[in-house]
């Protein structure tokens, strides 16, 4: 590692902190949206809000890496990414909503490529099967999320964001942690 890498690490490891920040953050919207009340449903529409702005900003950003012939599709991605952030900002309620209509179709399609990619993994991976049966496990919960009651999809994804919350806050907090460790590891050597 040349002096620069050297010196950028450490100032980058002076920024532990923010980790511990955005991970206490996560464990507070986990434990919103764990609560079960309007709250939590409004909470998951503004997370969602949150999501779709940065899906369009993210589109475009790549809008000017891509060549002219993608680049009025990123275009047109972003202005709908940030208008569905903003819906969701002002009915955040209704955007719960929407995301439950949608759940079971979305757990079918992920869990389908899920399955797809273990496969396609079999010679490369020895935890391949892994994939496949997260993939399996996706798809019947989709089928199981697509039937028409709507308040055990409404559970299942406060159950689903409240968790994915609290284990991403834990993740931040530990990488947090570790960076720091790591940064003291350097000014040692």
Not at 122 to 138: Q, T
Not at 149 to 175: D, K, N, S, T, Y
């Amino acid at each position: 590692m040349d002096s620069s890498s050297k010196m950028a690490a450490r100032a980058a490891s002076g920024l532990w902190w923010l980790f511990l920040v955005t991970g206490v953050l996560w464990l507070l919207i986990s434990v919103v949206v764990l609560r079960f009340n309007i709250t939590s449903v409004a909470s998951v529409g503004v997370l969602l809000g949150v999501i779709l702005l940065f899906a369009g900003v993210n589109e475009f950003m790549v809008l000017g890496l891509r060549d002219v012939g993608w680049k009025w599709m990123h275009g047109v991605l972003g202005v709908l990414f940030i208008v569905g952030g903003i819906w969701a900002f002002v009915h955040p309620i209704g955007a719960f909503y929407e995301l439950a209509s949608i759940l079971g179709f979305l757990l079918i399609l992920k869990g389908s490529f899920d399955i797809i990619g273990s496969v396609m993994q079999k010679e490369v991976s020895d935890l391949w099967w892994l994939g496949l049966i997260s993939g399996i496990l996706e798809v019947l919960l989709g089928f199981w999320a697509s039937q028409q009651f709507f308040q055990p999809r409404a559970i299942l994804i406060l159950v689903w964001i409240g968790f994915m919350a609290m284990f991403h806050g834990i993740g931040e907090i530990a990488m947090g942690f570790e960076v720091r460790r790591a940064g003291r590891a350097m000014a040692a050597v």
